[in-house]
């Protein structure tokens, strides 16, 4: 299984970017596609969640501005990111994974290679 990640930039705060992670093989073999990010400096964080069951989470700071969503016929999960503020910048994961919590990096089995957002001021 392979994910590739894609859509990272430059972008002015308050602007917007789409992150596409593109997965070999079906989503529907996948429990849970998340999305990591990770800041210079800093731990890598969950940022937002999606289901087989079409449940959906963020992280308190993305809550509102950002929204993760699946096209199975293309076998992509999406990050779009709206009001883009400069704590937003980091290198950006996508992961797939079965069981277990959701919210635990150890779910995640596979990794796509990141894409950089850079958010300036």
């Known amino acids: 299984v392979q994910l590739q990640a894609s859509g990272g930039g430059l972008v002015q705060a308050g602007g917007s970017l789409r992150l596409s992670c593109a997965v070999t093989?079906?989503?529907?073999?996948?429990?849970?596609m998340g999305w990591y990010r990770q800041a210079p400096g800093k731990e890598r964080e969950l940022v937002a969640i999606?289901?087989?069951?079409?449940?959906?989470n963020y992280a308190a700071s993305v809550k509102g501005r950002f929204t993760i969503s699946r096209d199975n016929a293309k076998n992509t999960v999406y990050l779009q990111m709206n009001s883009l503020k400069p704590e937003d910048t980091a290198v950006y994961y996508c992961?797939?994974?079965?069981?277990?919590?959701?919210?635990?990096?150890?779910?995640?089995?596979?990794w796509g290679q990141g894409t950089l957002v850079t958010v300036f001021s």
């Open positions: 992961a797939a994974g079965n069981s277990g919590s959701y919210y635990l990096a150890l779910t995640y089995r596979y």
């Open positions: 093989g079906s989503l529907f073999s996948h429990e849970v």
């Open positions: 999606s289901t087989l069951g079409d449940f959906t």
